[in-house]
C-alpha cells in the first residue's frame, strides 16, 4: 500500500486499517510529529499489528526523544525503529555518561552528540585555518578527512565532506526501541543492542 496523510491525524483507523488488511512484510510509517505516531501506533496495537509483529521503520530524531515517553507507553514503543543520521552508539560511553549526568537526561540523542561532533570538526578547523575567518574555515572543513579525531567519536566513518558539504559515507543510522530505551541497531559495529525482530508475522 501507498497512503500519503495530511498531518495532523484526528483518527489512524482508516489507515491501519488498510495495513490490517494489506499485512506488509515491514511498514513505513513517516509521521511528521509524536502525535501522529502516537495515533498510528495505539491504532496498530488495537489491530494486533504493533510491537513489531509489522515491523515498523520511521525517520527522524524525535521519534527517539525522552519526551515520547510523555505522551505514549514503552509497551507501545516496542520494537519501533526509525533512521536518523546520528544517535548514541558503541565507543561513545564516556561522553553518553557525562552527558547524562550533567544533563539529568536518560540517554543522549541525535541533537546532542551531532553538536559535539559538530564542535571539534568547527575547532579543528579553525586551528588549521589559524584565524577566525568564515572563508578559511569553510575552506577547511572541505579539505577535511579525519579518521582519528575527538569528533570520530560522534560520528561513525571518516569526515571528509563533498564540494556541497554533504558528509562523504556516512552510514545511515538505525534505531530501535526495547524496553523502554531507543537502541542503535545499526551501523552494526557501533551498534548498542541487536535488532529484535518478529518471529511470526
Not at 496523510?5 to 482508516?14: E, G
Given at each position: 500500500?501507498?497512503?500519503?496523510?495530511?498531518?495532523?491525524?484526528?483518527?489512524?483507523?482508516?489507515?491501519?486499517?488498510?495495513?490490517?488488511?494489506?499485512?506488509?512484510?515491514?511498514?513505513?510509517?513517516?509521521?511528521?510529529?509524536?502525535?501522529?505516531?502516537?495515533?498510528?501506533?495505539?491504532?496498530?496495537?488495537?489491530?494486533?499489528?504493533?510491537?513489531?509483529?509489522?515491523?515498523?521503520?520511521?525517520?527522524?530524531?524525535?521519534?527517539?526523544?525522552?519526551?515520547?515517553?510523555?505522551?505514549?507507553?514503552?509497551?507501545?514503543?516496542?520494537?519501533?525503529?526509525?533512521?536518523?543520521?546520528?544517535?548514541?552508539?558503541?565507543?561513545?560511553?564516556?561522553?553518553?555518561e557525562a552527558f547524562?549526568?550533567?544533563?539529568?537526561?536518560?540517554?543522549?540523542?541525535?541533537?546532542?552528540?551531532?553538536?559535539?561532533?559538530?564542535?571539534?570538526?568547527?575547532?579543528?578547523a579553525v586551528e588549521?585555518?589559524?584565524?577566525?575567518?568564515?572563508?578559511?574555515?569553510?575552506?577547511?572543513?572541505?579539505?577535511?578527512?579525519?579518521?582519528?579525531?575527538?569528533?570520530?567519536?560522534?560520528?561513525?566513518?571518516?569526515?571528509?565532506?563533498?564540494?556541497?558539504?554533504?558528509?562523504?559515507?556516512?552510514?545511515?543510522?538505525?534505531?530501535?526501541?526495547?524496553?523502554?530505551?531507543?537502541?542503535?541497531?545499526?551501523?552494526?559495529?557501533?551498534?548498542?543492542?541487536?535488532?529484535?525482530?518478529?518471529?511470526?508475522?
Open positions: 500500500m501507498d497512503e500519503t496523510y495530511t498531518p495532523p491525524l484526528n483518527d489512524a483507523t482508516s489507515l491501519m486499517q488498510k495495513v490490517r488488511s494489506t499485512r506488509p512484510d515491514f511498514l513505513l510509517f513517516i509521521s511528521t510529529n509524536v502525535s501522529d505516531l502516537k495515533l498510528g501506533l495505539e491504532k496498530m496495537a488495537e489491530f494486533r499489528l504493533g510491537q513489531g509483529v509489522v515491523p515498523t521503520i520511521g525517520n527522524g530524531a524525535a521519534n527517539g526523544s525522552p519526551e515520547v515517553l510523555k505522551v505514549m507507553s514503552a509497551d507501545l514503543l516496542e520494537g519501533y525503529i526509525f533512521s536518523v543520521a546520528d544517535w548514541a552508539m558503541k565507543g561513545q560511553e564516556a561522553i553518553i547524562k549526568k550533567k544533563f539529568n537526561e536518560p540517554w543522549m540523542t541525535q541533537d546532542s552528540i551531532t553538536g559535539y561532533g559538530d564542535m571539534w570538526i568547527l575547532k579543528e588549521r585555518a589559524g584565524v577566525a575567518d568564515k572563508v578559511k574555515v569553510n575552506e577547511q572543513i572541505h579539505a577535511m578527512d579525519l579518521k582519528d579525531s575527538p569528533a570520530n567519536i560522534a560520528f561513525p566513518g571518516p569526515i571528509k565532506f563533498d564540494a556541497a558539504g554533504h558528509r562523504i559515507d556516512a552510514p545511515l543510522v538505525m534505531v530501535q526501541w526495547q524496553k523502554g530505551i531507543p537502541q542503535t541497531i545499526f551501523p552494526l559495529d557501533r551498534a548498542t543492542a541487536e535488532a529484535k525482530w518478529p518471529k511470526s508475522a
